[in-house]
């Protein structure tokens, strides 16, 4: 047998979701993709003008070379004054932040710096699907624990318009505190924990994540928060802001947390994200960072830096762009709730993120929909399949978002990206529409 064969670390990773969607919207052009969470509508002008004018500048010839490896100083800097104020102490511009390539390589980084073999970490479900294999890759073992959906919430004040009832929100799923605590143990190394949560858009309340930062100091552990929607909740959502869990007391030490721009800014394909905690959690960050992806682009930086600037000085007014994008995001959000569940899908209406969970069962029911010859997992996967394939609306499996042995849990979910321009949502309502009319 030939020596040449890829390495046994690779035989704990399967193809995921991404590479088998994104191949289904190259070769079946959907006529909107609500799958992958990216907008489909113009980044801010002034973040791309700052781009465009750092890299078109024969004055700053260095600017389009490397940069520092763990961050562009101007870019640490900002971000530093960002967090520092919105967590309440200073942070350190030059020990206490890595900027990385997006979230994904913060998350990476966070793995191979943290996790020794047979460590576990523990992962809440749904979860955003890469925590599963970058945990196996660094030799841990994941430890699943589900939110579970309780009876449906009354709606909150002035929200009643996207509470019908055949919808439920993102605050009924919760951790079950004896359930969640059975899950750690003298391995656990961390728990990962991502609010706004992606796919379901919950936002864990301050008692949620005050629960878990209890546990993480009684087992010694750190906690890894997913950050990377905190600028995403929705007005009328029982939690009005996002809660840090680097600002509750006793939790900096012990607390990474990540961000991304391309959430931020609305800039997915720039592929900036960070990481930022205590200097002595940061550090082996650095050196995993060192020995792969060293800097990342400088230009990017650059421009990302410019626009904190200026959010920084808009931070709480009317023309903050988190708070702009989150209001147009809303309008987004109860329309498309308002469709899902008067056509039989019914929404789980997220207080953050961009993302929407509905239940498929009712109108999977109804036989107007063959799903006989699609493959996958749960009937949520084949529907999705064959929603691409048959009716040119991308949307994602919820079992994507679960392990293996649960993800009967998600049988019937399905997953939409309302950050999207009014008419690509409107194609999909007229889409969603004909499906049972
Ligand atoms: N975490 C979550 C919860 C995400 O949804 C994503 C996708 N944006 C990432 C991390 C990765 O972010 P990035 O695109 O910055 O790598
Ligand atoms: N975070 C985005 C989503 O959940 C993109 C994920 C990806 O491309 N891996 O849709």
């Known amino acids: 047998m030939s020596r040449i064969v890829s390495a046994d670390r690779l035989n704990c990773i399967e193809s995921n979701v991404w590479v088998e969607f994104i191949e289904l ?53 900002v971000l530093s004054q960002l967090y520092g104020q919105l967590v309440g102490r200073p942070i350190d511009a030059d020990s206490e932040i890595l900027i990385t390539s997006g979230a994904y390589q913060s998350l990476f980084n966070t793995f191979m710096a943290y996790v020794n073999p047979g460590d576990e970490v523990i992962i809440i479900e749904p979860y955003f699907d890469c925590y599963e294999p970058m945990t196996r890759l660094a030799g841990g073992i994941p430890v699943f624990v589900p ?33 969640l605590e059975s899950k750690f143990s ?25 629960l878990i930062g209890r546990l993480c100091q009684k087992y010694d552990c750190l906690v890894v928060m997913d950050e990377v929607y905190e600028w995403l909740i929705y007005p009328g959502s029982p939690q009005r802001q996002h809660t840090r869990m680097a600002s509750l007391p006793g939790m900096w030490d012990r607390t990474l947390t990540i961000g991304s721009a391309g959430k931020t800014f609305s800039v997915t394909g720039w592929k900036i994200g960070w990481t930022y905690g205590p200097r002595d959690l940061i550090r082996p960050l650095y050196l995993i960072h060192q020995s792969n992806v060293s800097s990342c682009a400088t230009p990017i930086q650059e421009a990302l830096a410019i626009g904190f600037e200026l959010e920084l000085k808009r ?29 039989r899908l019914m929404p789980t209406v997220p207080d953050g993120g ?11 029911a109804t036989e107007k929909v063959d799903i006989t010859g699609e493959s996958g997992p749960t009937r949520g996967w084949r529907f999705a399949r064959w929603l691409s394939k048959h009716r040119g609306l991308q949307v994602i499996p919820v079992s994507a978002f679960y392990s293996r042995e649960h993800n009967c849990l998600a049988e019937n979910l399905i997953r939409f990206c309302f950050c999207k321009t009014d008419r690509s949502l409107e194609t999909a309502e007229q889409i969603i529409r004909e499906l049972i009319g």
């Open 354 to 364: 961009y993302f929407m969970v509905a239940d498929c069962s009712q109108l999977l």
């Open 25 to 77: 919207a190259n070769k079946y052009k959907p006529r909107v993709n609500l799958g992958q969470g990216f907008p489909d509508f113009p980044a801010p002008e002034h973040i791309c003008r700052a781009l465009a004018s750092t890299v078109v500048n024969p004055d700053r010839p260095l600017i389009n070379q490397y940069t520092r490896d763990c961050g562009h100083p101007r870019l640490t800097t």
């Open 186 to 210: 003298d391995k656990t190394k961390f728990i990962v924990v991502n609010t706004p949560n992606n796919p379901l858009g919950k936002v864990y309340t301050r008692e949620e994540l005050e």
């Open 147 to 179: 939110l579970r959906p309780r009876r449906q919430s009354p709606p909150v004040d002035g929200d009643e318009d996207s509470r019908s009832p055949l919808s439920s929100s993102s605050a009924d799923w919760i951790l079950d505190p004896e359930e």
């Open 315 to 343: 931070l709480d007014t009317d023309q903050s762009y988190w708070r702009q994008l989150t209001e147009s995001l809303v309008g987004k959000r109860d329309k498309l709730s308002a469709v899902l569940s008067t056509n």
